[in-house]
């Protein structure tokens, strides 16, 4: 059985641990996780408190019931005491009214013989000593019941004592259920604003990325402007293809498909699976392959990448949907997914 703790230090224990608990309205992600790092510890230990009471009120329960039952059997032996004496005291007075009523019907002092009066001595004394032997017993089960009252009394003492106990660890129980309710709210909470901070962090990330992605090609078309300028013989760039708005709906309906080493769906993709499934489904066939794709159509400065066209790095390849954004399956872990392109790429090419 459960070794009942002091109720002192289980209430100051409670007390301590349902301080108030404030969370600043800007901390940053690092100082948010702690927070909810330490309400998941106090959480924790909450559960293991709970626990602990609720094993303190089984065995205040069990003290309860037992006290409960040594009343019910010294109520019931008390009862019998006092049906016992009832008893002998009722078989005293039989007794004693058969030696008045033999006594009375002798006829008198003159009417007896020797042996009559010898015969009436012996009953006398015989009931003499009987009386005597019952008012022992009575006085015997007197005692017994007075013993028997008093272990009543012990056992009611006992009840008062058990329900007192039971009464304050449930108390205490219910204080801590209160407090870890509110510990849980709050760790809810907390999870809530770090799940902001990421996201709002994510979304900073994602406008950096597409910024320097997007100035990156501006970059590339004050370039090419230039280099077109100096040279009158720079090549022609090849017309927008008629297939780039088939290839980037079959690329957006993969969106969140897993990554596969050599997949080509229709469960997963590698890179190169997904541009050629992509541009397949736009009608124009290529390998499987990031360099063998690049290398296969007409090349275009990335200043003048248009959606469809294939943005190629050293082993990576995606699908350019435009503002510096393209369709790719990165790597091992992720999944098909819409992102700023990175780098240095080789540039873009063009199928059609």
């Given at each position: 059985m459960l070794r009942l703790l002091p109720l002192a230090l289980v209430v100051a224990t409670v007390g301590s641990l349902l301080g108030p608990?404030?969370?600043?309205?800007?901390?940053?992600?690092?100082?948010?996780?702690?927070?909810?790092?330490?309400?998941?510890?106090?959480?924790?230990?909450?559960?293991?408190?709970?626990?602990?009471?609720?094993?303190?009120?089984?065995?205040?329960?069990?003290?309860?019931?037992?006290?409960?039952?040594?009343?019910?059997?010294?109520?019931?032996?008390?009862?019998?005491?006092?049906?016992?004496?009832?008893?002998?005291?009722?078989?005293?007075?039989?007794?004693?009214?058969?030696?008045?009523?033999?006594?009375s019907s002798s006829g008198g002092v003159a009417e007896l013989d020797a042996k009559s009066a010898t015969d009436l001595n012996a009953r006398r004394k015989y009931t003499a000593l009987a009386a005597q032997r019952e008012k022992h017993l009575v006085n015997q089960l007197a005692r017994a019941k007075e013993d028997l009252a008093a272990r009543k009394a012990d056992a009611d003492e006992a009840r008062a004592t058990a329900e007192t106990k039971k009464q304050e660890i449930e108390s205490t129980k219910a204080e801590l259920v209160a407090g870890d309710n509110t510990q849980r709210a709050l760790l809810a909470q907390v999870k809530g604003d770090i799940a902001e901070l990421v996201a709002k962090a994510e979304a900073e990330r994602k406008a950096r990325e597409e910024a320097a992605a997007r100035a990156r090609i501006a970059a590339a078309a004050a370039a090419a402007t230039s280099r077109a300028g100096a040279d009158t013989t720079a090549r022609k760039i090849p017309a927008p293809s008629q297939g780039a708005a088939g290839a980037i709906a079959y690329a957006q309906a993969q969106l969140g498909k897993p990554y596969c080493y050599g997949g080509a769906g229709p469960d997963c993709f590698d890179c190169s699976g997904l541009t050629m499934r992509a541009w397949g489904a736009a009608g124009v066939a290529m390998p499987h392959g990031s360099t063998e794709?690049?290398?296969?159509?007409?090349?275009?400065?990335?200043?003048?990448?248009?959606?469809?066209?294939?943005?190629?790095?050293?082993?990576?390849?995606?699908?350019y949907i435009g503002g510096g954004m393209m369709i790719h399956a990165p790597h091992s872990g992720t999944v098909v997914q819409i992102a700023p392109f990175y780098g240095t790429p080789w540039g873009a090419a063009r199928p059609g």
């Open positions: 608990a404030t969370t600043a309205p800007a901390a940053p992600i690092d100082d948010k996780q702690a927070e909810a790092a330490q309400l998941e510890q106090q959480i924790t230990d909450n559960g293991r408190r709970i626990d602990a009471l609720n094993e303190q009120i089984n065995s205040a329960q069990i003290a309860l019931d037992n006290a409960n039952d040594a009343i019910a059997v010294a109520d019931a032996l008390v009862a019998a005491a006092t049906a016992k004496t009832k008893d002998l005291r009722q078989e005293l007075a039989r007794r004693a009214a058969d030696v008045y009523i033999q006594s794709q690049y290398n296969m159509f007409p090349h275009v400065p990335l200043s003048q990448a248009q959606p469809g066209d294939l943005i190629a790095w050293d082993g990576h390849i995606g699908l």
